[in-house]
Nanobody
């Protein structure tokens, strides 16, 4: 059974850090491009960061550049999003997603597998 299981979300104060994990099962993650999206209440699901299947290409939205780091551990079949210097505007549900054929596209329908989402709340 194909699954992406996310963990690591929670409540953190502004300026704090969280690391999101997304563990894949039922397929081999190393063949897939990876992306993290987030969705705040009443807003669209936006792309935050991407990493290619080879790991040689990465992308960050301007809003998170310099604060977030995407990574992957193919041996563990797991992807990560390290989030530092968190701001209240980072509050959202965060989703991991994978695509075998498309790197870092905006169209969410091009991603074959999605995690269930994990809530990140940045508040004092």
């Amino acid at each position: 059974q194909v699954q992406l299981v996310e963990s690591g979300g929670g409540l953190v104060q502004p300026g704090g850090s969280l690391r999101l994990s997304c563990a894949a099962s039922g397929f081999t993650l190393e063949y897939y491009h990876i992306a993290w999206f987030r969705q705040a209440p009443g807003k669209e699901r936006d792309k935050v960061s991407c990493i290619s299947n080879s790991g040689t290409s990465t992308y960050y939205a301007d809003s998170v550049k310099g604060r977030f780091t995407i990574s992957r551990d193919n041996a563990k079949n797991t992807m990560y999003l390290q989030m530092d210097s968190l701001k209240p505007e980072d509050t959202a549900v965060y989703f991991c997603a994978t695509s075998k054929w498309y790197y870092c596209v905006d169209n969410t329908r091009q991603y074959a597998y999605w995690g269930q989402g994990t809530q990140v709340t940045v508040s004092s």
